[in-house]
């Protein structure tokens, strides 16, 4: 009977336990259903309140509202408020620049460069075979108007830079007239040109010595991969390649199946270049060599340049080289970001939402965000700095030295007909340079002075000078290491260190 009473008593234990169970996932469930409504309550709150804001500024503003604008504010804002530099929304104008210079590396356009001096837009370099150079534009032209719309970086009605490449750069066989006034030319000349298809080059290369080459990436395009292999296999041809010098200081990073297959180049298949991890474990990935056309012999010395400004594609190839010990890298600390991004189409529109989704990791699973990577040299660049940089200020306010080059510059046309390209006849009439600048009681150094100079006469005669030893102690450095057999010191020095942690 007692058992009896214990078994009936334990039945009735766990019928209360199953009612009072289900009780609580009904509550629970309720609560979540009650959530998710007064959520629901909250954004259409919100929402409202966005239009009642938007009709305000509307009928009120003492200027006239562009509520569309107002509207592509909010989202923008909305990302904004996860607080990451990396997590944005993109449209219109910005989504077609990004998609032209770092998806595509092509737009339509006229194949110049151009850079702002003193309030003017000036053309440095038009680039060879472009609408630009067809029509006879050349560095040093300043582009004084676009149609009737007069062109200047200062004033009452001064453009953004960007708003001038805006305004170049369209639909691919339609026309723009610009005006151009060009030293030695009584007046401005209107031209017109036909915009084209313009390739973006990311990559620069040359050889620096017999056996020795260099390559520059300024940022990783969708054409990236295929232009090094071309910058490589130009420096083969023109040397038996003993040491290569890759150049990644200011490079802010861009495509990573690009970057990923530079990394690729000079590694052995199957080693790891990178990992990611995120909050979505569908974001943990490894990324390794894939195997390409394009390889660099394992006894070629690499030695890779970086800074402060290198960062995120430019990170994971130099982290995956110093990780592997393929090669050693000089110059800065580089700029830690090591967050990855992922572009979401949107529905409702034809922007985009880019989210950071996960961070990168080095092979040897070190965090390269916030932290960036410890060169194995530490070398600064030159500065100006304290006293020179208020002397330099003047100088440029007063435009002595941009005047004193491009005077030269046209004296040496007049008197030949032909625009110089070798700096050294400049060089020498430095004295009265510096002679110019003591009557203006602006006192600089020698350096300083031959580096303002050599910078001024470049733009104006277009000279793309790729590599100034004077002026880079970087690069110096690396060639130095190189002449020193010192590469395969550091890599066996750094081998050791790895085997004590």
């Known amino acids: 009977m007692a058992l009896f009473n214990n078994k009936r008593a334990l039945q009735v234990l766990l019928l209360l336990s199953i009612v009072i169970s289900l009780s609580l996932i009904f509550k629970m469930t309720q609560g979540d259903a009650i959530d998710r409504d007064q959520d629901r309550l909250t954004q259409i709150k919100t929402y409202k309140t966005l239009l009642e804001i938007a009709e305000i500024a509307q009928a009120n503003y003492y200027k006239e509202v562009d509520r569309q604008e107002m509207f592509e504010g909010a989202l923008k804002g909305a990302?904004?408020?996860?607080k990451d530099p990396y997590t944005y929304y993109l449209a219109g104008t910005d989504l077609q620049r990004q998609r032209e210079n770092i998806y595509e590396g092509r737009f339509g356009g006229l194949g110049i460069r151009i850079y702002p001096d003193n309030g003017y837009v000036k053309i440095s370099m038009p680039l060879l075979g472009s609408p630009a150079e067809r029509v006879g534009l050349q560095?040093?032209?300043?582009?004084?108007?676009?149609?009737?719309?007069p062109v200047r970086l200062e004033g009452p009605s001064a453009m953004t830079l960007e708003e001038v490449v805006n305004k170049l750069r369209g639909e691919i066989g339609t026309d723009v007239t610009i005006s151009i006034h060009r030293r030695g030319w009584p007046e401005e000349k209107e031209i017109t040109i036909t915009r084209a298809n313009i390739q973006i080059d990311s990559i620069q290369s040359t050889l620096v010595e017999d056996g020795i080459g260099y390559i520059k990436i300024d940022n990783f395009t969708g054409r990236t991969e295929e232009e090094f292999g071309q910058a490589l296999e130009?420096?083969?041809?023109?040397?038996?390649?003993?040491?290569?010098?890759?150049?990644?200081?200011?490079?802010?990073?861009?495509?990573?199946?690009?970057?990923?297959?530079?990394?690729?180049?000079?590694?052995?298949?199957?080693?790891?270049?990178?990992?990611?991890?995120?909050?979505?474990s569908a974001f943990n990935q490894e990324y390794?060599?894939?195997?390409?056309?394009?390889?660099c012999p394992n006894d070629v010395e690499l030695v890779v340049l970086v800074n402060e400004y290198s960062a995120s594609g430019s990170e994971i190839v130099a982290?995956?080289?110093?990780?592997?010990k393929r090669g050693i890298l000089i110059g800065q600390r580089t700029f830690g970001?090591?967050?990855?991004?992922?572009?979401?189409?949107?529905?409702?529109?034809?922007?985009?939402a880019s989210l950071t989704i996960s961070s990168y990791y080095t092979p040897n699973g070190t965090s390269i965000h916030g932290t960036g990577i410890q060169p194995h040299i530490t070398v600064d660049p030159l500065k100006i700095e304290g006293e020179d940089v208020l002397m330099l200020t003047r100088a440029i306010e007063k435009h002595i030295i941009e005047d004193f080059v491009v005077d030269y510059i046209q004296q040496v046309e007049e008197e030949t007909g032909v625009t110089p390209k070798d700096v050294s006849g400049l060089l020498e009439k430095l004295p009265e340079l510096t002679k110019l600048l003591d009557e203006e009681n602006i006192s600089l150094s020698?350096?300083?002075?031959?580096?303002?100079?050599?910078?001024?006469?470049?733009?104006?005669?277009?000279?793309?000078?790729l590599i100034d030893l004077e002026s880079d102690p970087q690069l110096s450095k690396a060639l130095d290491v190189i002449h020193n057999g010192e590469v395969p010191k550091i890599l066996a020095a750094a081998e050791l260190q790895t085997d004590v942690h």
């Open 319 to 324: 982290g995956a080289i110093k990780d592997t």
């Open 337 to 352: 970001k090591g967050v990855v991004q992922q572009h979401f189409n949107l529905k409702q529109a034809s922007g985009i």
């Open 79 to 82: 990302l904004f408020a996860l």
């Open 139 to 149: 560095a040093g032209d300043i582009i004084t108007k676009i149609g009737d719309e």
């Open 288 to 295: 390794r060599v894939k195997k390409g056309s394009i390889h």
């Open 234 to 280: 130009k420096i083969r041809e023109q040397t038996t390649l003993k040491a290569l010098i890759l150049d990644l200081r200011n490079n802010p990073g861009g495509m990573f199946p690009d970057a990923r297959a530079v990394a690729s180049v000079f590694l052995d298949e199957g080693q790891l270049i990178v990992s990611t991890r995120g909050r979505n």
């Open 446 to 465: 020698s350096l300083i002075i031959r580096r303002q100079a050599k910078r001024a006469f470049d733009l104006n005669v277009g000279n793309n000078r």
